[in-house]
């Protein structure tokens, strides 16, 4: 089963500047101290991971060896050209060696990234939504390196304001999963003609060869960030700007399903649909919402069995 693990603790790891020469500390960087944070009677934080072997996570995903894969961003912010232009994002690996429960080994799997924005391990190989284009990332030969890349669909637009693909995401029917925001998508067949394009934001899925590329809903909605499954099969994600006056809320992505905003009338138009928009389960304010997972461990008890577990930037909240 793919364990993921996303802003909850990779927060008490964002602080310096990136190395990608060395996993020491600086002489100048000063020690790592965690934040204080608050969390309810019977619980306790630790950290797993901190500077120098993680400093600008956005979001993870463990494999069968325990090994967590990072998609990192150097800590800048730049628009589309520079992104293209440097490449200076990357897939960060963490290891623990000794099996005490915290990591202490930190390697690049993947360079050279615009920005990566999600990373699932499935089948042997990393899915990751760095646009413009969904990849699939393989070590062949297991020195923790990726040594073979592969662009499953493209392309997606995007400005560098990170309003554009997340993922990937595994679908209990196997499918790959992945979220884009209103920045647009073209797609050409072998032939260079375009098959499918438009402006509106989407949850796109396909098969793990990246052929059967479908549409299960979208709308008009800046930033849709991350999707999970409930027992019963049913997604529900997380999305920023649905609505304005903004609101960053937890959604119910319907198979077919129009969505706001509702002063997106160009972007609703690209969509079949009968009455009105369909609203958010839970409108959180603006928080920036960075994270969401369902609980599928045993640790705390069947009383937070299937529980969403949904991070707040803005809040500083879980």
């Known amino acids: ?65 325990g090994r967590l894969f990072i998609a990192e961003s150097a800590g800048e912010n730049l628009r589309r050209e520079e992104l293209e232009a440097r490449l200076p994002n990357f897939i960060r690996m963490l290891e623990d060696t000794d099996g005490d429960g915290r990591f202490d080994r930190s390697t690049i799997f993947a360079d050279q990234m615009t920005l990566p924005q999600g990373a699932l391990w499935h089948d042997g190989a990393l899915y990751v939504a760095a646009p413009p284009c969904i990849w699939r990332l393989e070590d062949t030969d297991d020195d923790g390196v990726a040594d073979r890349r592969e662009k499953l669909v493209d392309q997606f637009g995007y400005t560098g304001n990170a309003a554009s693909v997340h993922g990937c995401f595994l679908g209990p029917e196997g499918r790959i999963y992945w979220c884009d925001g209103r920045h647009g998508h073209e797609f ?78 160009q972007c609703i138009a690209e969509f079949p649909s009968t009455g009105d928009l369909l609203g958010p389960v839970h409108d959180y304010g603006h928080v920036a919402v960075s994270g969401m997972m369902r609980y599928r461990g045993e640790a705390w008890g069947d009383g937070f069995r299937d529980n969403l577990f949904v991070t707040h930037f803005n809040t500083h909240q879980v």
């Not at 190395?19 to 797993?48: C, H, K, L, W, Y």
């Not at 796109?204 to 409930?230: A, K, T, W, Y």
Request: aromatic share 10%.
């Open 188 to 265: 050409r067949n072998e032939r260079g003609e375009i098959v499918s394009q438009g402006k509106a934001a989407r949850i796109f899925s396909c098969r793990p060869d990246g052929s059967d590329i479908q549409v299960h809903c979208g709308g008009g909605m800046d930033n849709p960030v991350e999707i999970d499954f409930l027992s019963t099969g049913e997604m529900l994600g997380t999305v920023n700007l649905f609505y304005r006056k903004r609101g960053d809320c937890l959604v119910n992505w319907a198979r077919g399903g129009v969505y706001p905003r509702y002063d997106q009338p």
């Open 1 to 65: 089963m793919n364990r993921r693990i996303d802003f909850v603790w990779l927060c008490v790891a964002v602080t310096g500047a990136v190395n990608f020469a060395t996993n020491f500390a600086r002489a100048d960087e000063p020690t790592f101290v965690a934040p204080s944070i608050q969390v309810p009677p019977g619980f306790t934080v630790e950290v797993a991971a901190a500077p120098p072997l993680v400093r600008h996570p956005l979001m993870a995903n463990f494999d069968e060896r």
